[in-house]
């Protein structure tokens, strides 16, 4: 793309001043500008004009969760098809690893934060060390597709390389780029993050797989006979990856997605809820559930609405591509955008300051037909590492670790 072109694109969109330091830019600086303009897609911003009117949900009901008890009756056969699922190749694992660190005072990659007490051990590490439980197990190794984001992905491929995948085949490591949106102020004015650099965030943690076609490594993963995918998030650090009785459970009832859920320790815990809405699968997020709903029971009189997600889903390969070309709903996120000033200088706003632009995995789940709700142990597959301290914190995690033999 040439100036005149990216300076037509962007004027299409009411953006011109991107384009405002070019001339003091280097060959360098204005060549990057120019590549980040031609893979831009403004269309997102279009989306501020429904923000208001966005989020109406349609009629929302109860879906069954699979519970421990059933789960355990049935444990030995949902293993064995799992067990032979992945022998053949059939199970990959996608770890979402855009994430930085920032809420744990760390300016490095997420999964990069070291929670070991005694000695080194890091998050990426323990959700390797996860995932070589199952290797062994099936005595196979498992594909493993790292989704990073333009800001992680450096930092992300040299520690794990320079770690030795912490022992996992290299082989078997496949990294991708999640897809950026452009992020703007409250007037939908893009903010500049250097002269030569629009301000962008990763599109969501439902724009994964659309990212992983369009790097091609959902092609090769096809082409290998990958057939269900185990998209997991990269903070909790015990949750059981490509596991082999999640899998043959999904696969036994012949599900489109499996959802991982947990029993909830209080109706108001700020997790997703998985249900149906308008009679297809879809999951209610924690600010969005009613105390109409927090308070429905079921048949039985337990809470209708008590199990929520981990963000650990197994996915048909074969589904996904049906709904791969359908334009997932943009949410449009209040958030704090790191930009620079009309001085030219760096700015980190300590309060929310305009808006990014993000697919949510549960739209993905929407659009399909059918979703098997599988319950887990709370104490141990769920501990999520999103603050410093307190609640789902790197303290709960470290004790809860400890709790499961963990040594840290």
């Not at 009411?14 to 360098?28: F, I, T």
């Not at 620079?340 to 697919?359: A, I």
Request: with cysteine.
């Amino acid at each position: 793309m040439n100036y005149d072109q990216a300076l037509s694109k962007l004027t299409a969109a009411g953006q011109e001043h991107v384009m405002q330091y070019y001339g003091a830019l280097n060959e360098e600086q204005k060549e990057s500008l120019l590549t980040q303009i031609e893979n831009t897609d403004f269309s997102v911003l279009g989306s501020l004009e429904q923000k208001d009117g966005a989020g109406k949900r349609g009629k929302i009901t109860p879906l069954a969760a699979m519970q421990l008890p059933q789960i355990r009756e049935k444990e030995q056969e949902f293993r064995q098809i799992g067990i032979e699922a992945i022998r053949a190749g059939k199970v990959g694992a996608v770890l979402l690893a855009g994430g930085m660190g920032t809420r744990l005072g760390s300016d490095n990659p997420k999964g990069m934060y070291n929670i070991g007490l005694t000695k080194e051990v890091y998050i990426f590490q323990r959700l390797i060390e996860n995932l070589f439980d199952v290797v062994r197990e099936a005595g196979a190794w498992i594909p493993l597709y790292v989704m990073t984001s333009d800001k992680s992905h450096e930092a992300t491929t040299r520690f794990l390389k320079e770690h030795g995948y912490f022992g996992y085949n290299s082989d078997y490591v496949t990294f991708f780029v999640q897809d950026m949106a452009p992020a703007c102020d409250y007037e939908g004015r893009i903010y500049m993050e250097e002269k030569w650099k629009m301000a962008t965030s990763p599109n969501g943690n439902g724009g994964w797989y659309s990212s992983m076609y369009k790097w091609g490594v959902a092609k090769k993963a096809l082409e290998d006979g990958v057939e269900w995918l185990n998209v997991f998030a990269v903070d909790n650090v015990l949750q059981r990856i490509a596991d082999p009785c999640f899998v043959g459970a999904v696969v036994a009832n012949d599900c489109a997605v499996g959802a991982k859920v947990v029993r909830k320790c209080t109706p108001d815990e700020k997790v997703g809820v998985i249900c149906l809405e308008d009679g297809r699968p879809s999951i209610v997020e924690y600010y969005d559930l009613t105390e109409e709903l927090m308070d429905a029971k079921d048949k039985n009189g337990d809470p209708a609405y008590n199990f929520g997600v981990i963000l650990n889903y197994l996915f048909r390969i074969t589904d996904l591509e049906k709904i791969r070309e359908k334009a997932l709903p943009l949410h449009v996120v209040d958030k704090k955008i790191p930009y620079m000033d009309e001085e030219g200088n760096y700015c980190k706003p300590d309060k929310p300051n305009g808006y990014k632009f993000e697919q949510l995995v549960l739209d993905m789940i929407h659009e399909l037909d059918s979703c098997l709700p599988y319950e887990v142990e709370r104490k141990k597959e769920f501990a999520p590492i999103k603050n410093a301290t307190g609640v789902d914190s790197v303290e709960s995690a470290r004790a809860l670790c400890t709790e499961n033999g963990i040594q840290l």
